[in-house]
């Protein structure tokens, strides 16, 4: 019986104090499929904050809750589960519907659909790693939609990213003696790769490819799946539908590089980096920031921090959102 209650409890989200306070699970059909937003605010009637995870396949409900409260006192913020990923993996499927192209749609849909609920003009869109590529397109799509684009460990060009990488991980490894991982990544070869697993060697050693020497890439993983947002069969199916949406995903992004595909947009930017992001992603992002018209644009470094600063400097973040609020407002 205890375990039957277990799997059968659903997901929720903690309270948020106040009277006009939100703190709510909807389901959201996008793009005719159901998916998750997590809806987090101390007013019902504060400017609203879209949340893009990366991924592709990637979860944050548990991390913005327990990483940005202080974004609850002056925005409504709905963290999405993109479909395929967390409490969206029901979504996944047919999988030859799951393009950028729709997750951009479903972004531009949620955004429609979030402000037409709580009576406001424009959304602040905020998209991290890939949520920040997919962010950059919907802005570009639909500028009338949204106040500002801020993108954190912003991704520009996924296939030139990847060969960094590769490139730093074979050095690192020839010059600290590393023949283990030396062996396991010439046997992959350069990417791209067909499959997510090749990645497990690159990514369980984000150390080669990181500017900080000290970086722990398990740092960059707050505790997310294991949370009230999910019930049991979520929590145990969050890996799978990491490694399922990914791998749908990831091959056709290979052609797409903002550097040419998004070289103007219609909205404020920002950009926020880490001061230890990977060369691999910071090099791209520069280009592409400086190569790019947009009514105005920041460039931002958060110390102490790598690919994920709103989480690992949270206080900074929200005093910088505070900020962007009162240049957008």
Same mark, same amino acid.
């Given at each position: 019986?205890?375990?039957?209650?277990?799997?059968?409890?659903?997901?929720?989200?903690?309270?948020?104090?106040?009277?006009?306070?939100?703190?709510?699970?909807?389901?959201?059909?996008?793009?005719?499929?159901? *998916?998750?937003?997590? &809806?987090?605010?101390?007013?019902?009637?504060? !400017?609203?904050?879209?949340?893009?995870?990366?991924?592709?396949?990637?979860?944050?409900?548990?991390?913005?809750? &327990?990483?940005? %409260?202080?974004?609850?006192?002056?925005?409504?913020?709905?963290?999405?589960? /993109?479909?395929?990923?967390?409490?969206?993996?029901?979504?996944?499927? !047919?999988?030859?519907?799951? $393009?950028?192209?729709?997750?951009?749609?479903?972004?531009?849909?949620?955004? *429609?659909?979030?402000?037409?609920?709580?009576?406001?003009?424009?959304?602040?869109?905020?998209?991290?790693?890939?949520?920040?590529?997919?962010?950059?397109?919907?802005?570009?799509?639909?500028?009338? &939609?949204?106040?500002?684009?801020?993108?954190?460990?912003?991704?520009?060009?996924?296939? %030139?990213?990847?060969?960094?990488?590769?490139?730093?991980? &074979?050095?690192?490894?020839?010059?600290?003696?590393?023949?283990?991982?030396?062996?396991?990544?010439?046997?992959?070869?350069?990417?791209?790769?067909?499959? #997510?697993?090749?990645?497990?060697?690159?990514?369980?050693?984000?150390?080669?490819?990181?500017?900080?020497?000290?970086?722990?890439?398990?740092?960059?993983?707050?505790?997310?799946?294991? #949370?009230?947002?999910?019930?049991?069969?979520?929590? #145990?199916?969050?890996?799978?539908?990491?490694?399922? =949406?990914?791998? #749908?995903?990831? !091959?056709?992004?290979?052609?797409?590089?903002?550097?040419?595909?998004?070289?103007?947009?219609?909205?404020?930017?920002?950009?926020?980096?880490?001061?230890? %992001?990977?060369?691999?992603?910071?090099?791209?992002?520069?280009?592409?920031?400086?190569?790019?018209?947009?009514?105005?644009?920041?460039?931002? %470094?958060?110390?102490?921090?790598?690919?994920?600063?709103?989480?690992? /400097? !949270?206080?900074?973040?929200?005093?910088?959102?505070? $900020?962007?609020?009162?240049? =957008?407002?």
């Amino acid at each position: 019986l205890g375990f039957a209650v277990l799997v059968a409890r659903p997901g929720t989200t903690e309270p948020v104090p106040g009277p006009d306070a939100v703190a709510e699970l909807a389901t959201v059909r996008l793009g005719g499929h159901d *998916q998750t937003v997590m &809806l987090r605010g101390r007013d019902d009637r504060a !400017p609203i904050l879209l949340y893009l995870a990366g991924g592709p396949g990637g979860t944050d409900l548990g991390a913005m809750r &327990l990483f940005g %409260e202080q974004l609850e006192s002056d925005f409504l913020v709905a963290t999405w589960d /993109q479909r395929g990923a967390g409490t969206s993996y029901g979504a996944l499927d !047919p999988t030859s519907t799951l $393009t950028p192209a729709q997750v951009v749609a479903d972004t531009v849909e949620l955004a *429609q659909t979030l402000r037409d609920r709580f009576d406001q003009d424009r959304v602040y869109l905020v998209g991290n790693s890939y949520g920040a590529l997919i962010g950059v397109l919907a802005a570009q799509q639909r500028p009338d &939609l949204f106040a500002a684009y801020v993108g954190t460990g912003q991704m520009v060009d996924v296939a %030139e990213t990847d060969r960094i990488f590769y490139a730093d991980t &074979l050095d690192w490894a020839r010059r600290t003696g590393d023949d283990a991982l030396l062996e396991t990544v010439t046997r992959s070869g350069p990417p791209p790769y067909a499959e #997510v697993y090749p990645y497990e060697a690159a990514l369980s050693h984000g150390h080669a490819w990181h500017d900080d020497p000290a970086f722990d890439p398990s740092g960059e993983m707050p505790a997310n799946l294991l #949370v009230e947002e999910y019930d049991l069969v979520q929590k #145990v199916r969050g890996l799978p539908a990491f490694i399922d =949406t990914f791998a #749908v995903l990831y !091959p056709q992004l290979q052609d797409l590089d903002l550097r040419t595909r998004a070289a103007q947009l219609q909205v404020p930017v920002y950009v926020v980096t880490g001061e230890f %992001e990977a060369r691999g992603r910071v090099g791209p992002a520069r280009e592409w920031f400086d190569g790019l018209a947009a009514p105005d644009k920041r460039w931002i %470094e958060l110390p102490d921090a790598g690919h994920r600063p709103h989480f690992e /400097q !949270p206080d900074a973040f929200a005093a910088l959102m505070r $900020t962007v609020l009162s240049q =957008t407002r």
